[in-house]
């Protein structure tokens, strides 16, 4: 009776184990057979909320990869790399792979929400004012961010002269991206970020070198959110969502002076595209258009503070305050894709980047 006993225990502890296993098995079956959406975006620059909301509405997974410059996604992108269904490049890199025939025209009979998209947004589109093969996502810029525990307010100037501040010596970053920094010095010399004129950019090369390179650690587009936040860098040049994405919200007011001088500066359109070989081309172009449902555009905006510029319809659902006001972006310039004259740039950069 015993023996019979714990061949019931142990028939019973098997069925139980066979219905997890199942149980698992459907679960990862029913995961496989999912639709999937591959997303080639930003670091910190998809929220998450709304991707879950995505996926639940679409019975969808979507897998996110990042990247940290522009260059590094059409580097990828160029080298080869499949697989990716959405991608959000910045204006003159869309104007580039336009071009270059890398993106498939989207299909307009799903974009329904395309007249929320500010007017506005689209004259600064020139390259694609129809969206043909770009939705506005963002129009972002890149400012400047002062750790004010570390240095008081009114100690510095609110001007891109900040990064020739001696108080500031080995705790200043700028982007490792030469068209903002090089767009930053044009700009505080009075000329256009998108200048080609030889003499300009030289005198634009000059600044950077002589007065600001020497209070620089180092050239970082990425890293530098987590050096501001613990404290190693107080001043950096860079998109204000990732040095508040890494310091505490409590802390903000007491820590982040973000700004961005009276003068302008640089400024990207970063819009969703969709590449020519995108394996889900209808789910994309889904996704597309339901990040401009006005309240899950609202979404991204109190996820990142952003200003609400390109989908106006958004703000009545809006519940936190932006980083900085809309003028302040509209105030700034885009930069444009410079065709052969990028050339001038990569050579100046090179030389600022790896001179002693």
């Known amino acids: 009776m015993k023996h019979f006993t714990n061949f019931k225990v142990a028939l019973a502890t098997s069925m139980i184990v066979m219905t997890i296993v199942m149980t ?11 639709k999937i959406l591959y997303l080639y975006n930003w670091t910190y620059y998809t929220p998450d909320e709304v991707i879950k909301a995505f996926e639940k509405e679409f019975d969808c997974v979507v897998k996110l990869d990042s990247y940290s410059t522009n260059e590094e996604m059409y580097t990828k992108l160029r080298a080869g790399a499949k697989g990716y269904d959405i991608v959000v490049p910045s204006n003159d890199f869309v104007s580039i792979m336009i071009k270059q025939g890398m993106l498939r025209e989207l299909d307009q009979s799903k974009l329904t929400n395309r007249s929320k998209i500010n007017p506005l947004i689209l004259e600064k589109a020139t390259y694609d004012p129809d969206m043909k093969y770009a939705v506005p996502y963002a129009l972002s810029v890149c400012g400047i961010n002062v750790n004010k525990s570390k240095v008081p307010e009114g100690s510095y100037e609110r001007s891109w002269s900040i990064f020739s ?36 950019l030289a005198q634009a090369a000059e600044v950077i070198s002589k007065q600001w390179k020497p209070n620089l650690v180092k050239f970082d587009a990425e890293g530098f959110g987590k050096s501001f936040a613990s404290g190693d860098f107080w001043l950096c040049q860079g998109y204000p969502e990732i040095v508040f994405g890494e310091v505490p919200e409590e802390k903000w007011d007491e820590v982040i002076d973000f ?39 609202a979404k991204f905006l109190d996820a990142f503070r952003y200003p609400c510029c390109v989908n106006l319809e958004a703000e009545k659902y809006v519940t936190k305050a932006p980083m900085y006001k809309p003028e302040e972006a509209y105030n700034c310039t885009l930069k444009i894709d410079l065709g052969e004259n990028l050339e001038k740039y990569n050579e100046l950069w090179q030389r600022i980047r790896f001179a002693e």
Not at 24 to 34: A, D, G, I, M, P
Not at 167 to 193: C, E
């Open 24 to 34: 698992v098995l459907t679960s990862c079956s029913t995961q496989s057979r999912k």
């Open 259 to 297: 700004f961005i001088p009276e003068d302008g500066g640089p400024s990207c359109l970063d819009s969703m595209c969709i590449l020519k070989d995108a394996p889900h081309y209808e789910l994309a172009n889904e996704f597309i258009n339901f990040i401009h449902r006005p309240e899950m555009y």
């Open 165 to 200: 501040d001696p108080q500031f010596k080995g705790h200043a970053t700028m982007m490792d991206d030469m068209r903002d920094v090089m767009g930053d010095a044009l700009v505080y010399l009075g000329y256009s970020v998108n200048s080609v004129d030889d003499n300009e």
